[in-house]
């Protein structure tokens, strides 16, 4: 083991009070169950309300945090500067031509946050509609929601979160004043126009979840607002959009491998919601407009990894829904969008995405790129009645590019590339695709950069990264932070394991329920190609992950410490039986389709007893770790990460360092601003030099 990491004394030591409960005539201990707060949710909008023994632990943490770092101080503020001087501070998205204006975003020099601003069509004077800045007035957090345009551009719909509890008030901006209404909207979810004076919105309930959906009338009392929908199954979350033709608001509810939409004329915003397919087990779907048709990405009738149908939309049933787009095994359909004359989707196949389109009754066309391993996405305009579409792309060794694709001439237009101040030639780094053979002989890919003065023979450190669930698929996108590490030498590395869905459905499928050991098996294969491969050497990888991806690294490092130099946990879902077995959590019920449902499946509840982190730690060797957590997350709530490092310190064998550090002020993405957020990238990096041996400069 090659670390600096220097045993401390004063190590936190939580006290032990054994909270037993019985499952299926199996009993369980918690001792650590104290650190979940009875009034969680108030203190989750007030960190302030948590109780003073709970609140004295973190703080305690956090200062044992600060000394195991603190000879770390000035390189972290040597990669703070080195990524803020990457960004370019004074700098502007391509505007957007909707209706009689062109909007954008730009940033400020110093500014942490957006500015939202307009000119006419086709140039002139800028108007500034929000300037995020001066309202998050030097708040320790400030998030912007949403920010919706009137469909007749003379208003504002604006939310805003001051806690990190993605708890957000909206407000509306005049926007020939400038000024903001004299009342706001608590806790909406989702928002979306009717007309120039109909707002429908979601709301979340006591348990952070948006569980209804209101018709208000700008400028009328909000304890006035007709409720439209609610959503009395916890498991489904519901939310509101427009389409693009701006003639439906449509109301959807789902949960992750479900959904039931439903809509609502513009020209009649009175009328009952319309329902499209009622929900059943396994059929997701989603829904753009077309003319007199619905256009609807599906998985119905067995069609693992989507297809596109089209039904008339005045009898939208799936009785009526004919294959535009038919399903084809390993391709995954991953959206659709519609214009007027044209209809655009997004593939992967082979964990690489594409761009398709075709005219009406035409034929299919895609749009090709080169590089072994890029990122992609699709910018459609809000117009309905355009041949325009954008979209960016981006690669490890290439910075995000803006183009603008005409979809009858086919022409190619470069509107914008990202800019790094401080320099960035492409030709400097190395990016490869290779393919790790998992536990069952499945193909696991792995995208890696490194500079192409680092040795590939052994000696290299690694920060490999995982996330692998919920079907989310890792993009091959570049980063300016990560460069930093690579500049020292890093090979940084992704794992597209299972749990997401770069080789399609299957890819996701293949990791739920009692085949979620494949995700931490095929990362465990990931980490074994790049030391296969010279890329790096055992005790040579730092393996990172958030959320689910803490979940990732945990799992991993309890099966196999022995293979790494060190782990990042952020904001880890690591208490996965005890939170999968409380139903009063945000989003528990919500994720029985994933896990299992531990309470009335023994099944389930052995299956996730097996790999959940808190419940698996062992006495044995764990490598060095850096675990962080926020007071106000509604995600991944505090104690989950708190009492896992409390639990390890407790019964690991070694004298590695284990580190908490819990964000007071904030929630599950960590501080707010663009500036601020590199704090937490710098805190990483710096564990992960210390980590791996290299000199902390």
């Known amino acids: 083991m090659t670390h600096q990491f220097k045993k401390l004394g004063g190590e936190p030591i939580a006290k032990k009070i054994p909270v037993k409960s019985e499952w299926h005539g199996i009993e369980i201990s918690d001792d650590y169950q104290w650190l979940r707060a009875e009034n969680w949710q108030e203190a989750m909008r007030d960190p302030q309300k948590l109780p003073d023994p709970i609140k004295a632990y973190l703080e305690a943490e956090n200062e044992y945090y600060e000394k195991a770092m603190e000879d770390t101080a000035k390189l972290q503020k040597k990669l703070i500067v080195e990524m803020r001087g990457r960004i370019k501070e004074e700098d502007m998205s391509v505007p957007v031509k909707d209706g009689d204006y062109a909007y954008s975003w730009k940033y400020i020099e110093g500014g942490e946050h957006p500015i939202r601003v307009r000119t006419p069509r086709d140039g002139g004077d800028e108007e500034i509609l929000l300037d995020v800045n001066k309202e998050a007035d030097d708040r320790d957090y400030f998030e912007l929601g949403l920010a919706e345009t009137s469909p007749d551009h003379k208003m504002l719909a604006w939310s805003r979160d001051i806690s990190g509890a993605e708890y957000f008030a909206l407000v509306f901006r005049d926007l020939s004043t400038g000024s903001d209404s004299d009342y706001q909207i608590e806790d909406v979810g989702s928002a979306a126009w009717g007309d120039p004076q109909t707002l429908f919105y979601s709301r979340v309930d006591e348990n952070h979840r948006p569980s209804k959906v209101f018709r208000h009338r700008v400028g009328s009392d909000p304890k006035e607002d007709e409720l439209v929908y609610h959503e009395t ?403 991944v709530t505090y104690w989950e990460p708190a009492k896992w490092v409390a639990k390890l310190r407790a019964v690991k064998t070694d004298d590695n360092i284990l580190m908490l550090r819990t964000n007071m002020s904030s929630g599950h993405f960590g501080k707010s601003g663009r500036f601020a957020a590199l704090e937490d990238a710098a805190r990483s990096q710096a564990f992960a030099i210390k980590a791996t041996g290299l000199k902390l400069a």
């Open 233 to 635: 199954d916890p498991r489904f979350f519901c939310g509101v959009g427009r389409s693009r033709s701006g003639r439906y608001v449509f109301i959807g509810a789902g949960m992750n491998d479900q959904d039931e939409i439903r809509f609502i004329p513009t020209d009649d915003l009175s009328a009952e919601p319309t329902l499209i397919a009622p929900r059943q087990e396994g059929l997701e779907y989603n829904v753009e407009h077309q003319d007199d048709r619905f256009l609807i990405l599906t998985n119905a009738n067995q069609s693992v990894d989507f297809k596109i149908v089209e039904t008339p939309v005045t009898a939208p049933g799936m009785e009526n829904w004919k294959d535009l787009i038919p399903h084809k095994a390993g391709r995954m359909v991953l959206s659709v969008e519609a214009y007027r004359d044209w209809v655009i989707w997004m593939e992967r196949e082979n964990a690489l995405p594409r761009i398709c389109f075709m005219r009406n009754g035409g034929p299919i066309q895609d749009i090709a790129f080169e590089e072994e391993a890029y990122s992609l996405g699709a910018a459609t305009s809000p117009e309905y009645e355009t041949e325009l579409m954008r979209f960016t792309y981006s690669s490890p060794t290439t910075p995000s590019r803006v183009y603008e694709y005409n979809l009858e001439t086919h022409e190619r237009e470069l509107l914008k590339e990202q800019e790094v101040p401080s320099g960035h030639d492409s030709a400097n780094y190395v990016t490869r695709r290779l393919h790790a053979i998992s536990h069952d002989g499945a193909e696991v890919p792995v995208t890696v950069l490194h500079h192409f003065a680092t040795p590939i023979d052994g000696t290299a450190p690694c920060l490999l990264y995982g996330y692998g669930s919920y079907g989310h698929s890792m993009p091959a996108a570049f980063s300016t932070n990560r460069l930093s590490l690579v500049d020292r030498g890093f090979v940084y590395a992704i794992a597209h394991i299972r749990g997401g869905q770069e080789k399609g459905r299957s890819w996701y499928e293949e990791a739920k329920f009692a085949k979620k050991l494949n995700t931490f098996r095929d990362f465990i294969a990931a980490a074994e190609k790049l030391i296969e491969d010279a890329y790096t050497a055992k005790q040579r990888i730092v393996i990172q992950g958030g959320s689910a991806g803490g979940l990732l690294v945990g799992a991993t490092v309890n099966m196999r410490p022995d293979l790494f130099a060190g782990v990042i946990a952020d904001v880890p879902f690591v208490d996965v039986l005890n939170t999968i077995l409380d139903d009063s959590l945000p989003l528990t019920p919500g994720e029985w389709s994933q896990w299992g449902n531990p309470i009335e499946s023994i099944e389930a509840f052995h299956d996730i007893a097996g790999y959940s982190p808190y419940d698996n730690v062992d006495a044995k060797d764990y490598p060095p770790m850096l675990v962080t957590a926020g007071v106000s997350d509604p995600r």
